[in-house]
């Protein structure tokens, strides 16, 4: 095996497929860092909620249910695009590949944006997380709990999609270059792994924070 | 890597995106109905499904090496042992106490 044949095998990896292997148990092992981090969130959440259910169930109602049924079809859409990506790259689909990427970013665009209109009418209306929640006319107290988790959680949630973003445009930059063939996409599998695990957390996030009853 | 690159094809991860869709709707009109203590289980319920989809589908762990799964499901039970002890813990504070004791002898030894 020449190294020609293949460009981007690691010296110290036997194969391509021993490379590949290896990376995607790195992935996984980070994909379940990221659960048990968010983990910690809704573990608190369900906590809360259990203590305060009144408080909880009147918070929610300021949050608003069209939008994040949007959020979570775009944020769907987006993983069928990167799957779709991935599977371009295995079968050496190159302009598919990019507008496969392109669209993906498009998506994850769209739910920030959206993300950004529900989050200034939240500042707009005091809807803020513990000491700066001053919202006017509230019946039942301590709703700020409910904007504290509500921030933490699509805030560390939006973080990661604009993470997301940043790591498909690399993939665009290589795959623009032509770095991927079916032996080696890895990259693309890598940040379509991480994508979908950011899609499964406001799978999640939406009926937990929007659907309360 | 590459013996699984063609297990699945891009009609069935279409047919996956449409079932996620309809399971998204199906949350969103669930929630309009109520079924008392019901509703955050039937919306967990059909969140794991979804997710579940996910996983097997888009990040290919139906067809991927065993390993992956180990670790994703290793993940997902620590989360689980976590958060049900600490529901449990919550959950029964009130019934341990002693009925007549007063909230701060009860909690102090």
Known sequence: MSVAAEPFLQHHFTTAEQQADAGKIGMWLFLVTEILLFGGLFVGFAIMQGLHPEAFLQAHRHLDRTLGFINTVVLLSSSYTMVMAVWSAQNERRKRLIVYLLLTIAFAGVFLGIKYIEYSHKFHEGLLPGRFYHHAGDTVPGQFMFFSFYFMMTGLHGLHILGGIVAISWVLRRAIRGDFSHKYYTPVDLVGLYWHLVDVIWIYLFPLLYLIK | ?109
């Open chain 2, 1 to 109: 890597m590459t013996s699984t690159a063609h297990a699945t094809s891009p009609g069935t991860y279409s047919k996956i995106l449409g079932i996620l869709l309809a399971l998204t709707v199906l949350t969103l009109s669930a929630a309009s109905m109520d079924f008392g203590a019901g509703n955050v289980v039937i919306a967990l319920v059909i969140a794991t499904i979804k997710a579940s989809l996910v996983a097997l589908f888009f990040m290919h762990l139906r067809h991927d090496k065993p390993m992956s799964a180990v670790i994703f499901v290793s993940g997902v039970a620590t989360l689980a042992v976590f958060l049900t002890f600490c529901l449990l813990d919550t959950g029964s504070r009130e019934r341990v106490r002693p009925p007549n004791a007063t909230p701060a002898a009860s909690v102090r030894r």
